[in-house]
């Protein structure tokens, strides 16, 4: 997908915070004892859903009309129709060519008027940083998501040449860049609608793993906990949280006593000091695609949404453990060649560097 359509997100113009690695630690908790509750492997059974499986494809960039005052949109090419529209145009530089071209993840707060950003340096690069910015005013007092879609990349762009206008400091006053700390992948940020809490897997698919907690303010981790779910299961490389506060996360099986390919769903608990996870006993036979790139929740639909590259299955949260067939979405493929497309709540999908408005709601 072309990087027309680039979500990146913004930097601080006068209020530099970003660009520097954070020294403060974060309150580290070491939890002993396996975090994943026991479970009897003959009793885990798979539902056969629809096989709509996307292959994986070639990445490509391009940073071609950057500054796009128009949306653009993108369809649904098998399973239920569904259209996303281009709601705002995120930069792609702040202080050099494409610095801010590799987001790994997205995340819209409940009222859909702050958004965080995590972007790592590069591709395969642990270091990165979260950006937050005040969606509602910039829309509301810029226009960048109606008359003046190219404002925040206008503004980036300035900012990168050191030639800021006015308005482009104005603009940049409702945007914050955090310090640069040791992300992981990144494609984990989540938000617990619960307590408002920000979260993500420190060092996914690995044995001994983390999660931490991102303060909303300083743009940094605050706390760390160190723990494993035992020494035969690796903790995913998503993550994501129900309106009840319940944690979930899902990987797909390389066989053994589950089929190869199956999608395995966990769900638990994030606490201050430790985490608790079960497999649920039940998975999809059928993954969406190569790898699992991110996993989302909506409330207002109490439903599951797993993501892999260009394509997305549904399912009831409900009826986790019960699935049949029939309430589980088969996937959407779309037209692009995104690898890091994720959900970030149900108003918006993000397509690799890209935030689509729905126009008709994900079921």
Known sequence: MKKTILLT??????LLVGGTTTSAQAKTYNQK?????????????????????????????????????????????????????????????????????????????????????????????????????NLGQLRHKFGISTHHMDALRRASYDHSVGKMTSKDQQIMKYVKVGPKFNTGHGQSLAMNPKNGQLWFIGKPVAINTNVQRVSTSSLKPITKINFKLKNTVTMGSNLTFDKHGNAYFFTYSNGGWAPKGAVKIYKGKIGSKSVKFHLIMQGLRNRPGTKPQSMAYNAKRNRLYLVSDSSIASLPVAKLGKLKASPILGNRRWITNSQKTAIADDRALVVDNSCFRLNYALS
């Not at 997100?9 to 006068?14: D, G, K, N, P």
């Not at 950057?66 to 930069?91: C, D, E, M, R, Y």
């Open 9 to 14: 997100t913004l930097a601080a113009a006068a």
């Open 33 to 133: 004892g396996n975090a994943l509750a026991g479970y009897n492997v003959k009793k885990y059974r798979t539902v056969k859903n629809q096989n709509r499986f996307v292959k994986r494809y070639t990445f490509k960039r391009s940073y071609s009309n950057i500054f796009q005052t128009k949306p653009t949109s993108i369809h649904a090419t098998k399973g239920k129709k569904v259209t996303f529209k281009s709601n705002v145009f995120l930069p792609v530089t702040y202080n050099h060519s494409a610095d801010w071209g590799n987001p790994q993840a997205e995340v819209l707060s409940t009222d859909g008027n702050t958004l965080y950003e995590l972007i790592t340096q590069s591709s395969g690069s642990n270091k990165g940083w979260i950006v937050k910015y």
